[in-house]
């Protein structure tokens, strides 16, 4: 069902407002926690079951950048916000002016289900193409609302973040054994091969300097942000050898985003540690920040319940300047074991004084544990690229 709202600054620019409703709604559903919390809730989006590790986000904007962040790959998302939806949902064909989807992170929804308390039946937007109960459904995704979502968050951050299972089915299987047993374990899953990129793809122009992106979950924005700063890019799979990207002559190295614990990535490690002996200028974000830390010689360990929203705080030890961060992780560096590396700490979370960014004490090689590409977020941490950018031209010139 759709209709259209006349609202007089768009109509008289020739622009239709749609106002969507909501259909994919209304099924039976429970949200179970590994410690047997039961959440009666209604589903939404596609009707099926699904387990993964329950996490929650801050973030009052942004469901459509959040859900296709390949870091939330085996998470079951759950809103703070209290209402979701009622902007709705915009074309994936919407493309910006260097070919990459203006409104999405990925390709997919990502997280394995979502949790929210208010899923809104209308959806208006001048983007708006389908309701968000539409887009769960076209992607197979499930999803429940109607829940205490602050009790669930608190139960988070007092316990720690666990495994969980959203049930949509029949009221007579609802509480079956079977479904209430949750079998999933997401510390020790490998998610690269469902988020990385098989090949290598290129972005960008021609002559413009050459990155190597690896791609551990890369979010389209870290792409768009590379080739605002003229940068052409090389989009390399997560496990790609350091003779595979160095035979593209990259002037620079990014290691992405992406899911899981970093210990998993042992092939990333590796390439990266090959980075660093080889002084190639380098930028780390969120896994790839843990990545380099690893090769360098750190050590990582699991956050209790993770930094996952858009209004973290993070003080620059250089400049003695704090700025608003977009953050999704489960996991940090250990601020004790960089000690014993050539790293030294540049950013630190003032909330919980945890790491969140590093830079090497002799080599071109910077990384962030936050998103400096936002999306969503602030723009604030835009300039951690120019500092990338700043190591490939000042690199180029001592070799010269």
């Known amino acids: 069902m759709q209709k259209f709202i006349k609202d007089d600054f768009f109509w008289d620019l020739g622009i239709n407002i749609p106002t969507l409703f909501s259909k994919y709604v209304g099924y039976n559903a ?85 949790v929210i308390h208010d899923l809104s039946n209308v959806s208006s937007h001048y983007t708006c193409v389908k309701t968000f109960d539409e887009w769960l459904y076209g992607q197979k995704v499930p999803g429940i609302y109607g829940i205490d979502t602050r009790e669930l968050t608190k139960k988070i951050r007092i316990n720690g973040v666990m495994n969980g299972k959203i049930i949509i089915n029949d009221e007579s299987n609802l509480n079956s054994k079977e479904n209430k047993d949750i079998a999933f374990d997401y510390d020790h899953c490998n998610f690269m091969n469902d988020v990385s990129i098989p090949f290598p793809k290129f972005y960008g122009k021609k002559d413009d300097p050459l990155v190597a992106l690896i791609d551990t979950g890369t979010k389209y924005s870290i792409i768009r942000n590379l080739i605002k700063m003229g940068l052409s890019v090389i989009r390399m799979p997560w496990n ?91 996991y ?60 490939i031209i000042n690199n180029g010139n001592k070799n010269n």
């Open 30 to 114: 429970k949200l179970i926690l590994e410690d047997g919390s039961i959440f009666d809730g209604i589903g939404f989006g596609y009707p099926k079951s699904t387990s993964g590790e329950i996490v929650f986000n801050t973030g009052m904007v942004g469901y459509t950048e959040t859900l296709t962040d390949p870091s939330y790959r085996g998470q079951i998302l759950c809103f703070t916000y209290p209402s979701i939806g009622n902007y709705g949902v915009p074309s994936e064909l919407d493309l910006d002016e260097y070919g990459i989807p203006k409104y999405f992170e990925s390709d997919s929804i990502q997280t394995s289900g979502v």
């Open 240 to 330: 790609s050898s350091i003779s595979q990207i160095l035979s593209f002559n990259p002037q620079g190295i990014v290691i992405s985003n992406g899911p899981g614990d970093p210990i998993i990535c042992s092939e990333t490690i590796k390439t990266a540690s090959k980075i660093i002996e080889n002084s190639i200028p380098t930028l780390g974000i969120c896994l790839g920040h843990q990545i380099l830390a690893l090769a360098g010689g750190a050590k990582t360990h699991k956050l209790k319940f993770g930094h996952r929203g858009q209004n973290k705080t993070c003080k620059d030890l250089d400049s003695d300047h704090s700025f608003i961060t977009s953050q999704n992780h489960g």
């Open 332 to 391: 940090g560096v250990e601020l004790e074991s960089l000690v014993h590396t050539d790293f030294k700490l540049w950013f630190q979370n003032i909330d919980d004084n945890t790491v969140e960014g590093i830079k090497h004490k002799g080599k071109p090689i910077i990384a962030v544990q936050f998103h400096p590409e936002a999306s969503p977020g602030p723009f604030d941490c835009l300039f951690v690229f120019e500092k990338f950018k700043d190591l």
